[in-house]
């Protein structure tokens, strides 16, 4: 119970704003205290006989010091929603770029456990290019991940698409395609059909990306967490390309923007699901050559 106590009062602070008015009123009588404070501090120094003031400044002091930490607080915070909108610029604009750069896996060689330096293990290469196109106060980003053919020991360049939109508690992932790696009127077909191609290219990352309810949960809305939803797919212009994008969903917990970890786990989550994909069928994202797989089997 108390450490539920504890969790509203943090809660509480979080979301609590004052107007600006009430900011600069807090703002003035903090300078005033502190030059009353001081002045008895420094009087009482000089002045012979007046010691006393030094004690006085120090007891007053020990008395306002805790109600001017918190006026520190409230000057300093925002309103949920301004907190919100940072919160999902950062997650969008540097988070998630940083875990994008590491989607391939670097081959290299094993090392003795003993004499490898912990520190080392814990920066990771970028060898993944990530482009993004972000406007401010947006919930969205698009990204663009150029993988180069040396990368992979390969002599094809993958290039990836991907949007990401943030709702707070709802995350949409958009991976597109490249038009010209599309079977011939695939953007033409119904949405089914569409949906069951992307399913026939990805099938093993689908049915292990796609979302699972959890009957042990007994909060409805966090039934579904444990995985993404493949719903529907959408038309795109990125970066001058036509890209047809798959678009998956998942729930969020409700303090997803203020829980590192969480945004951690969620990162994590799709960087593995992307990298299936490229090992499932990375001819997918070549765009060098155009993909041999116009199968109508496929659309049905």
């Known amino acids: 119970m108390a450490e539920n106590a504890g ?19 807090l703002l003035s009588l903090l300078i ?10 420094f009087m009482g120094l000089l002045q012979t ?12 002091m020990s008395v306002i010091m805790p109600f ?6 409230l000057f300093f915070s925002s309103s949920v929603s301004e907190q919100a909108i940072r919160r999902t610029a950062k997650f969008l604009l540097i988070s998630a ?29 970028k060898i993944v290019g990530v482009r993004i196109r972000y406007s401010p106060g947006s919930v969205c980003t698009d990204y663009i991940l150029d993988i180069p053919a ?34 011939a009127g695939l953007e033409r077909q119904s949405e089914g059909s569409s949906i069951n191609w992307f399913q026939n290219v990805f099938p093993n990352t689908i049915a292990g990306a796609s979302c699972k309810i959890d009957e042990s949960v007994s909060n409805s809305h966090m039934k579904f967490r444990a995985g993404y939803t493949f719903n529907r797919f959408i038309k795109r212009e990125m970066d001058g390309a036509t890209v047809l994008c798959f678009v998956a969903t998942q729930d969020l917990s409700n303090d997803f923007l203020w829980d590192t970890a969480e945004q951690l786990f969620v990162l994590n989550d799709l960087v593995f699901m992307l990298r299936a994909m490229l090992i499932e069928n990375a001819a997918v994202f070549n765009i060098k050559n155009k993909l041999e797989i116009d199968d109508e089997t496929k659309l049905q």
């Open 32 to 41: 005033t205290l502190g030059t009353i404070n001081a002045a008895l501090f």
């Open 97 to 125: 770029p940083a875990s994008f750069a590491s989607l391939l896996e670097e081959d290299v060689p094993f090392r003795d456990a003993e004499r490898t330096l912990g520190k080392a293990l814990l920066v990771p290469n």
């Open 7 to 25: 969790t509203d009062v943090l809660k509480g602070l979080r979301v609590f704003s004052l107007p600006a008015s009430a900011r600069w009123i």
């Open 150 to 183: 040396s990368a992979r020991k390969s002599s094809d360049h993958l290039r990836m698409y991907l949007r990401l939109e943030l709702n707070l508690r709802r995350l949409t992932v958009n991976i597109g395609i490249n038009g010209d790696n599309l079977p």
């Open 49 to 60: 006989g007046k010691h006393e003031w030094v004690k006085a400044s120090l007891e007053l």
């Open 68 to 73: 001017l930490l918190l006026a520190v607080v």
